[in-house]
């Protein structure tokens, strides 16, 4: 069974204040993904990493997959109350292990005016 | 496109009954799976399906029963419903495999009295 460790569970921060998310397993992925998840919505996807070292840009997000694809981090820079909400890393795995996701348990953002 | 649709939002049953969640994607995915969320335990996978016809269990099965009959439709049903049950399910779906991210539903918030 694959793991993923999500870390901080919670984080309440300033708004301008800068955070990162962390994402880590002892199991390979082939792709590590992201979403953002609104109270009484499904989770949306924000972005898809590949390739061992990868790094994505989604306006102040940051995202990185490790070079040894078992970890990513997510980081925001300059945080807005706006960006408050659930992340949720999840890992696709490989062959077979890509018809489901497997979750880490959420971190829950909150950035105050 | 309305993407991937669940109904119903929202839905009490006593213990013992039975219901159907629904769940319908207008894209043309392959991929479905069912989910439940439940505080600190993330997005546990519960069922899942690689095109009509083919279900396979997630981690957490028991008590739950799927058939896909079209592409376009992965109804969740629960055979005797129990307090234990009581959660969030949300429907994903996805066009060949999860390794570039999943659509997902609007959820179902389930409460088994």
């Known amino acids: 069974t694959q793991l993923l460790e999500q870390s901080p569970q919670f984080l309440s921060i300033q708004e301008g204040e800068n955070l990162t998310v962390y994402c880590n397993s002892s199991s390979v992925f082939s792709s590590l993904q992201w979403y953002r998840q609104e109270p009484g919505e499904g989770p949306v996807l924000l972005v898809t990493?590949?390739?061992?070292?990868e790094v994505k840009k989604l306006k102040r997000l940051t995202f990185q997959f490790g070079d040894a694809r078992k970890d990513s981090s997510l980081h925001i820079t300059a945080a807005q109350p706006g960006d408050t909400g659930l992340y949720l890393c999840?890992?696709?795995?490989?062959?077979?292990?890509?018809?489901?996701?497997?979750f880490g348990k959420g971190t829950k953002l909150s950035v105050i005016p | 496109n309305a993407g991937v649709t669940q109904t119903p939002k929202f839905q009490v049953l006593k213990t013992g009954q039975s219901m159907t969640l629904q769940c319908a994607q207008d894209?043309?995915?392959?991929?479905m799976s069912w989910y439940r969320q439940d505080p600190g335990m993330g997005l546990r996978l519960i069922h899942y399906?690689?095109?009509?016809?083919?279900?396979d269990q997630g981690e957490v099965p028991n008590g739950y029963n799927v058939s896909r009959s079209t592409t376009e439709d992965f109804p969740l049903r629960l055979l005797s419903a129990a307090p234990s049950q009581t959660s969030v399910y949300f429907c994903?779906?996805?066009?060949?495999?999860?390794?570039?991210?999943?659509?997902f539903g609007q959820g179902t918030r389930l409460t088994v009295v």
């Open positions: 894209m043309n995915h392959e991929y």
């Open positions: 990493v590949v390739t061992g070292g």
């Open positions: 994903a779906s996805s066009y060949s495999n999860y390794r570039t991210g999943a659509f």
């Open positions: 999840a890992g696709a795995g490989e062959g077979a292990g890509s018809y489901q996701l497997t």
């Open positions: 399906s690689v095109g009509a016809g083919i279900t």
